[in-house]
């Protein structure tokens, strides 16, 4: 087979960027096809040894940097650009771009793995709250009415979906009306693979930790709020700010610095609505480390609310720190739990299962 990968674009290094790691190792001849990258950002830093193929908005300066966004009605002509007409699977990383769907693919086979369908055309809440201003708002309920109609017609096109959860599975069937295979994304910070600490709790330090986006927050002032209210010790990840007694703002840390962050916190937060998965939880669990996360979205799939950590329904800083409190008061041995739990979402297993899909899939095409 002969085989091409697409993603969004590469900026950030996230979970998104995790799965398109898995599947360039998978496929290590296959090129990556983008709409644009970022030469210094995280992600290119990642990829650059790969054959990345950017579209044609990378020559409009101050594109990636930042005109992505606000010309995001783009998307069809930047993905009807690529010619894919000599190859035989085309497996996506689709998140908000819109990346699926392609025109010129002839007689490929395209294979959409979904992290989700766009947040920002079906009212999710997004990283970035880009509609706060009027004009923008109104802008952006014209582009996004647009977008919707070609989102749909787009996913007709696509052959087989994959879904990064079965809350992503069902967001596919609710605005897609399209059947999709779960396969969770796959969960490896060190290269040994998921860690096998035999236990945790006396290598612990008395902080919490929580990773996010540099662009967004994902309950940032959540944890931040509930920290100054309580005073525990908060560790925070990907995002930058004036550090304060109690809050360490660590911006971008290499893989081998989280790992040792996930294994030295207390516990770690994880404080998205309607999370699509979250992978950062499971990268925890991977350390040994338990969850106090919000019971709703893909949170819901990966934490076990009182083996591997607790789950709260209340979204306020009252309910958080309710929870913190909660969870404090059980005194236990979390860790084999979560390394147990951690260990359904390997890399290894993410490969295996991909592979065996494509492989199938492809036969019955051909």
């Not at 497996?91 to 392609?102: A, R």
């Not at 779960?182 to 290598?203: F, W």
């Not at 991977?286 to 009182?306: L, M, N, Q």
């Not at 709260?312 to 309710?322: E, N, W």
């Amino acid at each position: 087979m002969k085989i091409a990968l697409v993603h969004d674009q590469l900026n950030e290094f996230g979970g998104a960027e995790r799965v398109l790691l898995a599947l360039s190792e998978m496929w290590p001849e296959a090129p990556i096809y983008t709409a644009y990258y970022k030469k210094g950002s995280p992600a290119w830093e990642r990829f650059k040894h790969n054959d990345i193929r950017p579209s044609w908005v990378q020559s409009i300066p101050g594109f990636a940097t930042r005109l992505a966004s606000p010309l995001r009605f783009l998307a069809p002509d930047i993905w009807n650009s690529f010619d894919f007409t000599g190859y035989d699977v085309i497996v996506g990383s689709s998140s908000w771009y819109i990346t699926k769907g392609f025109a010129k693919k002839g007689k490929a086979m395209e294979i959409c793995y979904c992290h989700t369908p766009p947040r920002w055309l079906y009212g999710y809440p997004t990283s970035v709250e880009w509609q706060k201003h009027m004009l923008v708002r109104w802008y952006g309920r014209v582009i996004g009415f647009f977008m919707r109609h070609y989102d749909f017609a787009a996913a007709q096109r696509v052959d087989c979906f994959i879904a990064n959860s079965v809350e992503t599975k069902k967001r596919i069937q609710k605005f897609y009306r399209r059947d999709a295979i779960v396969i969770y994304p796959p969960i490896e910070l060190s290269e040994s693979g998921i860690m096998n600490h035999e236990s945790r709790n006396n290598n612990k330090k008395n902080y919490y930790l929580f990773v996010s986006r540099p662009v967004g927050s994902k309950g940032l002032e959540l944890a931040i709020e509930a920290a100054k209210r309580t005073g525990f010790h908060l560790k925070i990840v990907g995002s930058t700010g004036n550090n304060m007694k109690n809050i360490e703002f660590l911006g971008y840390v290499s893989d081998e610095a989280l790992t040792g962050l996930y294994a030295g916190a207390r516990g770690f937060l994880a404080l998205a609505t309607n999370e699509d998965f979250g992978m950062t939880p499971v990268e925890a669990m991977s350390a040994g480390t338990p969850v106090i996360g919000f019971r709703g979205g893909g949170y819901t799939e990966s934490v076990i609310d009182g083996k591997t950590g607790i789950l709260f329904d209340d979204y306020s800083v009252a309910g958080l720190v309710a929870a913190v409190k909660k969870f404090e008061k059980i005194k236990k041995d979390w860790s084999k739990d979560c390394i147990a739990q951690a260990k359904k979402f390997s890399k290894n297993r993410f490969q295996k299962e991909v592979k065996k899909f494509v492989e199938e899939k492809y036969a019955t095409h051909s």
